[in-house]
């Protein structure tokens, strides 16, 4: 199923066993493309700030990418949620820390391209930007992590947005490509501010 530019996917996570069983699965591979080393973390838009239509702003703390071949049906995944019991700057230090080791639940699924992490906002949301190979790869992966996420997280601050067609560049160098109408949806990207070098 391919899904248009603009149009938001049934917003519900998968049910427990299909998500348990993807989730499992990521892990088998994801220890596979480390032993491989296909797992990077270039530094190239570590400290870049993403501004969204919601007047909300973060940086990118961290970047991982995948060595896999692309099918050439790209599309950009949007993924948000806010932390329970994470207060305060110390806390919030020690989640970006210790958030490497949620590479296991998300490298290994299949499509998945590259994340940009993304800090906290100034609501305390946490986002990730995707680049995933096909919009439905995607929007399964989405619909697992929600399980892994609702452990964690306020479950009413989880959601994903799903941009086919667009790969993470594309958006990066011209977030106006979204078009649109305008809003103030947390997933719009309207502005992107480089690290000075």
Not at 125 to 130: D, F, H, N
Not at 174 to 179: T, V
């Amino acid at each position: 199923m391919a899904l248009a530019p603009g149009i938001r996917p049934r917003q519900a996570p998968l049910p427990v066993g299909q998500a348990v069983r993807a989730t499992a699965r990521c892990v088998v591979v994801t220890a596979k493309l480390l032993v491989q080393r296909r797992i990077h973390l270039p530094r190239r838009h570590v400290g870049w700030r993403l501004h969204f239509a919601d007047g909300t702003q973060a940086r990118v703390y961290r970047e991982t990418v995948i060595d896999r071949r692309r099918s050439g049906q790209p599309a950009v995944l949007l993924v948000t949620f806010r932390l329970r019991g994470v207060h305060g700057a110390p806390a919030h230090a020690l989640f970006r820390l210790e958030s490497i080791l949620n590479t296991v639940l998300f490298a290994g699924f299949p499509g998945m391209v590259s994340k940009l992490w993304l800090a906290h906002d100034g609501t305390g949301a946490y986002r990730g930007l995707y680049q995933w190979d096909e919009p439905a790869l995607a929007q399964d992966y989405a619909r697992a992590l929600w399980r892994v996420l609702a452990l964690v997280s306020h479950r009413d601050s989880i959601s994903y947005h799903v941009l086919a067609g667009l790969t993470r560049d594309e958006l990066l160098r011209d977030p106006g490509l979204l078009g649109g109408p305008p809003g103030a949806q947390w997933w719009r990207l309207i502005e992107v501010e480089q690290a000075a070098t």
